[in-house]
């Protein structure tokens, strides 16, 4: 399995922010890890997105399910062993799904911009 913070590193390389790991093994059967990032733009929650996809396919990775591609707000990619969420600002707030997951073990990954 590649590791969350591989997944991270992805996002930090297309200028994610609000990077967060959530290690829900404890709490939850529906996966390991949910990988959740902001993006500041449709073309920036696709660039992400792509960037991912083709990374991960790169290491024979592919996911089990895409949703919300024709939106430009909240898109979720499926891997089974983790789930990615890539958020407007916006659609996160709305969601709050940094409260909805609190529960879990929640690892923090600084972008550019908070060193």
């Known amino acids: 399995m590649v590791r969350p913070k591989t997944i991270a ?7 994610a922010t609000n990077i967060k790991i959530f290690d829900v093994r404890k709490i939850t059967s529906i996966t390991d890890f949910f990988i959740v990032c902001n993006a500041s733009s449709e073309p920036q ?5 792509n960037h991912i996809s083709r990374s991960l396919k790169k290491k024979g990775m592919r ?9 430009n707000d909240w898109i979720l990619i499926d891997y089974f062993d983790f789930i990615i969420h890539i ?3 916006d659609k ?20 550019q911009d908070e060193k």
Request: aromatic share 12%.
């Open 63 to 71: 996911p089990v399910n895409i949703e919300g591609q024709d939106r």
């Open 45 to 49: 929650i696709k660039a992400i997105l």
């Open 87 to 89: 958020f407007s600002e």
């Open 92 to 111: 996160r707030s709305f969601y709050d799904i940094d409260r909805l997951w609190a529960d879990a073990k929640i690892t923090h990954i600084e972008d």
């Open 9 to 15: 590193k992805f996002m930090l390389e297309k200028k």
